[in-house]
């Protein structure tokens, strides 16, 4: 694929008008290009930060091709987005990365297939549409698993454990469809960041040791711990396949668990991370920055540390309001993201630290 350059001074299309959007604006802004949100929200922390906003719903098809007129590249930060409704947009503007790699990865059953049809190992699966079909699942694959819904998770969202076969008979089913996923004996948890350009150059971050509570990450470390190190590169092998079999262009995250046998791949998102936000402060260039490089067909920045690693930690909830003692603490790089309302598992900020 040849791309157009995107020359700084014209107009980047994001969906999606969250933390990941804003980031993405800032990046661009630096870049000296102008950012349009569509979001459907009337209050975007990411249209804060930009020169124009859209709001309209992620299935309005004149809305969408409205917007996209006006911009010269569109890409988004959000992948519960309809793929359907997004021809409006490539009617009008180049989509990166491509509405195929949303349709991949907005589906928990989809996005394990095809990674095992290139040859990656997820954690053992069975979709579930029915209790029948989860007792099944669960007479297949055994417990302890976690049901999940196949859309719309995230953070957590839209999963039960289900510690025993009686689990199975008294556990709520949400009316959505559904998947049962065996539980993972995990040594630690890991991500793959990288960023592909449309000649097909890719790199990567170095990847990050990630730590989650209740489901949402925690903190992010770099360098990560041995037992990870160990299995990055048979991951960076799985999430270049993946994003070669998409002709992707972007950023791409994959989640693994490092396991005794090696990693099992947990699932992707077709979008800049929370798990890479120490690439700000921490790398050359940031998943950010590179993002709008390779969505703009400029060429990449390096993904090298600058220093030895990096911490992350996020600000969840009631976390943010400590921002002043963080603040007191000169090594701290503080981000917050400017929502209105702190309200619980709600993603504030973050903040990251060297490690020098
Ligand atoms: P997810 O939204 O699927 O990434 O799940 C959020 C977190 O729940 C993961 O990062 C893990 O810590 C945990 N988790 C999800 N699926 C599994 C699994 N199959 N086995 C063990 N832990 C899991």
Excluded at 7 to 27: D, F, K, N
Excluded at 39 to 48: R, V
Excluded at 155 to 166: F, L, S, V, Y
Aim: proline residues 5%.
């Amino acid at each position: 694929m040849t791309l157009r350059t995107i020359s700084p001074g014209e107009t980047i299309g994001i969906l999606g008008g969250g933390q990941l959007g804003r980031m993405i604006a800032l990046a661009a802004a630096n870049l000296g290009y102008r950012c349009h949100v569509y979001a459907p929200e009337a209050d975007s922390i990411a249209a804060d930060v930009s020169a124009a906003f859209t709001q309209g719903a992620y299935d309005d098809e004149s809305a969408l091709a409205a917007f996209a007129a006006q911009c010269a590249v569109v890409t988004y930060e959000f992948e519960n987005v309809a793929a359907a409704p997004l021809a409006a947009v490539t009617a009008h503007a180049p989509l990166h990365p491509p509405a195929r790699a949303l349709e991949v990865a907005q589906d928990r059953v989809n996005e394990k297939a095809f990674v095992e049809e290139l040859g990656g190992r997820p954690a053992p699966w069975a979709k579930v549409d029915s209790r029948d079909d989860l007792r099944a699942a669960i007479a297949r694959i055994g417990t302890p698993g976690i049901l999940k819904t196949r859309r719309d998770g995230y953070d957590g969202k839209g999963q039960w454990r289900i510690m025993t076969p009686d689990d199975a008979e008294t556990v709520e089913l949400p009316g959505k469809s559904l998947i049962y996923e065996g539980f993972v004996a995990f040594a630690a948890e890991f991500s793959v960041i990288l960023v592909r350009t449309a000649g097909g150059e890719v790199r990567f971050w170095d990847s990050a040791e990630n730590v989650h509570k209740d489901g949402i990450l925690d903190t992010s470390t770099v360098p990560a711990s041995p037992v990870i190190l160990a299995q990055v590169e048979a991951a960076r092998t799985l999430a270049a396949m993946v994003a070669d079999a998409l002709d992707y262009v972007g950023v791409l995250t994959l989640e693994f668990f490092a396991t005794d046998d090696g990693p099992v791949f947990n699932e992707m998102a077709p979008r800049v991370h929370n798990s890479g936000h120490w690439t700000i402060e921490g790398a050359i260039a940031s998943q950010f920055e590179n993002h709008v490089r390779a969505i703009c067909g400029l060429p990449l920045g390096s993904t090298a540390l600058v220093t030895r690693g990096a911490v992350m930690e996020n600000l969840i909830g009631d976390d943010a309001s400590g921002w002043a003692a963080i603040l007191a603490d000169p090594e701290k790089h503080l981000h917050l993201y400017g929502k209105a309302e702190a309200r619980a598992g709600r993603k504030m900020g973050h903040v990251t630290r060297l490690v020098r």
